[in-house]
């Protein structure tokens, strides 16, 4: 198969997916071929070497027969006739039928195996029967001048027997089976990788992986073992860093303060005050972006998803803020609370930070599946900018000013606990203007 066959081969619309199920094929059709080639050859020396030996056995056979003929008397000759007989050939006594020369190689060969026997002695001549592809008839004179004729219909080998094809199908199926646990066996290590691979989340906290089993597979796991420790290692030292820092800042923050509130201009102080606000928020919000990085630890529990919700739009509404829900899961599911809350809330301000007002819409369950989308009529945000937003510290130019604010991690914050509840936060401009904050939740347990 030429290069370009190959990938041709790849894209064929009933070829398998799965590496599994493309091995199994591969190899089945491949040990199937290679035993139908080894029982072509088998059956082919089988048919030559019957044919040799059965050469000799006519040669012999048919020039004892023509000479007992010969000596019998002429009236006890026909008796000995079905005596002589055999399955491949039986005796005439009479003219025959003439007809064409033989052309078939294997009555060629029978021809010429009785012509060595008999006929350095009885001179005859063969000929194919009109009407049949392998049937010839030998004709002769005995001593006495009556006519001989050997009606021959040649085999070509020796019958197959009845239980062949039962031992051909048993022989396929243990391939089959030999080919299936060959592959499993050699693709369960990636599918164990592939599995601990989704399961890494941010709290990196996915299953090692086994290190044993053939060298290539003991050093992948290895190597995958050791990635995760490592990321680990780097992650709790980033989180490490940035805790050390908030506290260190703390410290100054709050003599900054006191300070503050000893000076005899107001103004001056005010604006003091609000620029440690904006620090001591930022500091709050890099500890807590940099904890869910490691994922929530809150466990999953049994709750009423539309009781929540409906205590956090009646929190911004008491508040005096325009928040509104529409929708409903209308059960119990099983999901991290707080979470939840924490993704829905930054993204709630995000929307009354911008825009002044917002709507949380929730989707029906389907298939163990809903959305949570929180809706705005804001300025929106460029199309290249709809994932760039999501990187810590980012903000959009036109948000640095004190009355937007914000410190750039609220979108986030709202990413990484998304993913460590294993949901997707996706951005989108709406028609007429706006945004849409979509949260699509997965794998919900009803309870």
């Not at 049949?132 to 070509?156: A, F």
């Not at 190597?223 to 800042?249: G, K, P, V």
């Not at 999953?300 to 919700?309: E, N, S, V």
């Not at 995000?350 to 809903?370: F, K, S, T, V, W």
Request: net charge neutral.
């Amino acid at each position: 198969m030429n290069a370009s066959a190959s990938p041709s081969l790849l894209r064929w619309p009933h070829w398998p997916r799965t590496l599994f199920a493309r091995l199994a094929v591969i190899l089945f059709i491949g040990l199937a071929l290679a035993q139908a080639l080894s029982f072509w050859l088998t059956m082919t020396e089988r048919d030559q070497t019957m044919t040799g030996i059965m050469m000799g056995y006519i040669e012999r056979e048919v020039a004892s027969s023509v000479a007992l003929l010969d000596h019998l008397p002429p009236d006890e000759r026909a008796q000995w006739l079905p005596r002589l007989a055999r399955r491949s050939y039986e005796f005439v006594l009479g003219p025959g039928v003439s007809g064409t020369p033989v052309d078939a190689s294997l009555s060629a060969r029978v021809a010429q195996s009785i012509g060595d026997g008999i006929g350095t002695r009885y001179p005859l001549t063969v000929n194919a029967v009109p009407g049949d592809h392998e049937r010839l008839q030998v004709h002769l004179k005995l001593s006495d001048g009556t006519p001989l004729t050997i009606d021959l219909r040649p085999m070509p080998g020796a019958p197959l027997s009845r239980w062949l094809p039962l031992v051909l199908t048993l022989q396929l199926l243990v391939l089959a089976a030999c080919c299936w646990l060959a592959v499993r066996l050699a693709t369960r290590p990636l599918n164990q990788l592939a599995v601990a691979a989704d399961t890494l989340g941010p709290d990196l906290k996915a299953e090692r992986l086994p290190e044993a089993g053939p060298s290539e597979v003991a050093r992948a796991a290895r190597a995958f073992n050791a990635m995760q420790d490592r990321i680990a290692t780097y992650m709790t030292e980033r989180m490490q860093i940035l805790a050390a820092i908030s506290h260190d800042l703390q410290t100054p923050i709050t003599r900054m303060r006191l300070r503050v509130d000893t000076l005899d201009d107001d103004s001056e102080a005010a604006k003091l005050r609000q620029d440690l606000q904006e620090m001591e928020a930022l500091v709050k919000e890099g500890v807590t972006y940099a904890r869910t990085m490691h994922g929530t630890t809150e466990v999953p529990r049994r709750i009423d998803p539309d009781a929540l919700f409906d205590s956090l739009v009646c929190d911004y509404v008491d508040a005096g803020q325009q928040v509104s829900l529409q929708g409903q899961f209308g059960q119990s599911l099983t999901m991290r609370p707080q979470a939840l809350k924490r993704i829905v809330g930054n993204l709630v301000d995000n929307a009354l930070r911008y825009a002044g007002a917002a709507q949380i819409d929730i989707g029906a369950l389907h298939d163990g599946e809903a959305t949570v989308s929180v809706l705005d009529r804001g300025p929106g945000i460029p199309a290249e900018s709809l994932e760039t937003v999501f990187e810590p510290f980012v903000r959009l130019e036109g948000s640095r000013n004190r009355q937007t604010g914000g410190t750039g991690l609220g979108l986030a914050i709202a990413r990484q606990l998304a993913l460590a509840m294993d949901a997707t936060l996706t951005l989108h401009n709406r028609v007429g203007g706006g945004l849409e904050a979509r949260l699509t939740l997965r794998k919900l347990r009803e309870s």
